[in-house]
């Protein structure tokens, strides 16, 4: 049982290059998200989705775009790199939104834009 | 809006020691869930531990524990035991219990087990 994996672990972008990070989780989970970490601060949802076909913004969705055409999979992409968008990207999936859910998260990838 | 503080950047504890990390936030709700996250090396985000508000009783589980202080709103996780295993980051996170509310998490702790 995988959980939630990430594709790929780690990236080197330039500026105004593109790149979709997939995310897949195993479990039948209803619902994926996108989460960003940056250094002292916590993790900030970029975008999330409900189901199959759905998508939703988070706290801090420009510049990226998503797309749930699986239910397994939820990928996320930079159309045009910058600097900022350096990060550690997380994925997570939970079974439902009740606001006890646990979400799980997958291990992480690191871009860096040059 | 919610905001999650934890003061304590780096904290440090003997190998089979307690300790008790701290986590503060601020809401107007009366009805959400606080949660503790483990970040070890892996970085995979690692859930320890959640408290419903509505709960008085504080949660616990194994070694981890919490003390719940809703008027305070204080939120602070306590380990027992301490292990070499236990080193790494320690998020604190808020949720409001309404729909599809994000999860707001604070700026970490980083927790050095001393052997």
């Known amino acids: 049982n995988a959980g939630v994996t990430q594709t790929p672990k780690f990236r080197v972008l330039k500026t105004g290059q593109s790149m979709t990070l997939l995310c897949a989780q195993d479990?039948?989970?209803?619902?994926m998200y996108w989460y960003r970490q940056d250094p002292g601060m916590g993790l900030r949802l970029i975008h999330y989705?409900?189901?199959?076909?759905?998508?939703a913004k988070g706290e801090v969705p420009d510049g990226y775009n998503v797309s749930r055409l699986k239910k397994q999979n939820f990928l996320l992409g930079l159309e045009s790199a910058a600097p900022s968008q350096t990060s550690v990207y997380f994925c997570?999936?939970?079974?439902?939104?009740?606001?006890?859910?646990?979400?799980?998260f997958g291990p992480g990838t690191r871009l860096l834009v040059l | 809006a919610q905001t999650v503080t934890q003061s304590q950047p780096e904290m440090s504890v003997q190998e089979a020691e307690t300790v008790t990390l701290s986590c503060t936030y601020d809401?107007?709700?009366?009805?959400?869930?606080l949660f503790w996250y483990k970040q070890p090396p892996s970085r995979q985000m690692i859930l320890v531990i959640r408290?419903?508000?509505?709960?008085?009783q504080n949660a616990t589980e194994n070694r981890f524990s919490v003390n719940f202080q809703k008027a305070a709103k204080s939120f602070s996780l306590k380990i027992s035991d301490s292990q070499l295993g236990d080193a790494a980051m320690y998020f604190c996170?808020?949720?409001?219990?309404?729909?599809?509310?994000?999860?707001?998490f604070g700026t970490g702790t980083r927790l050095t087990i001393i052997p």
């Open positions: 809401t107007s709700e009366s009805d959400y869930y």
């Open positions: 989705s409900v189901g199959e076909g759905t998508t």
């Open positions: 479990m039948n989970h209803e619902y």
């Open positions: 997570a999936s939970s079974q439902n939104l009740l606001a006890g859910e646990t979400q799980y």
């Open positions: 408290q419903e508000a509505y709960k008085q």
């Open positions: 996170a808020y949720r409001r219990n309404f729909g599809n509310e994000k999860l707001t």
